[in-house]
């Protein structure tokens, strides 16, 4: 593995967790993300295969500090809500995801922090004002002109009586 660059490393961690051989990729993640400790690939993809071995406090714990430099993978998110959700963690994810937003001053970045926090959000169940505030923040910050952000906003925008309000 000592010849391999983190590319490499990226694509047999997910072949392995691909294939199920879960110990095998945290094994290997493990070592080149202390050789790689700039690399948020290989953090997000030993974040997730945490998860999938039941170590969810280390990969909650690993994910959220990516999350909070604004470097998790999409997919690492998705497992930060899930474990979130699971675990009962939605305040201090919350906390994390809204510091997390504070910090930030990309456009992008505030983009995916306010959807990582509209789906947080969402899983809790019981939040439907912060939800609706959430997208229209989101509303706010995305470029019109562009497919992919209008159609993330117009996603999220509430329906009904609370649209009719706003």
Not at 66 to 85: D, P, V
């Amino acid at each position: 593995m000592n010849s391999l660059g983190a590319d490499h490393i990226v694509i047999l961690s997910q072949a392995l967790l691909t294939l199920n051989n879960v110990k095998d990729a945290i094994t290997h993640l493990r070592i080149a993300c202390e050789r790689y400790d700039q690399e948020p690939r290989l953090n997000s993809l030993l974040g997730i295969a945490l998860e999938l071995d039941g170590q969810s406090p280390e990969a909650y714990k690993i994910i959220g500090q990516l999350l909070e430099s604004g470097k998790a993978s999409e997919t690492a998110r998705r497992y930060f809500i899930q474990i979130a959700a699971r675990m009962g963690f939605f305040e201090r994810a919350e906390d994390q995801v809204r510091a997390a937003l504070a910090k930030t001053s990309s456009n992008k970045r505030r983009l995916q922090h306010l959807n990582t926090l509209f789906q947080l959000l969402l899983a809790a169940g019981n939040r439907q004002k912060d939800v609706e505030e959430i997208a229209w923040e989101y509303g706010k910050l995305s470029n019109h002109e562009d497919e992919r952000e209008e159609g993330g906003f117009s996603a999220r925008i509430p329906h009904g009586d609370a649209a009719a309000g706003a």
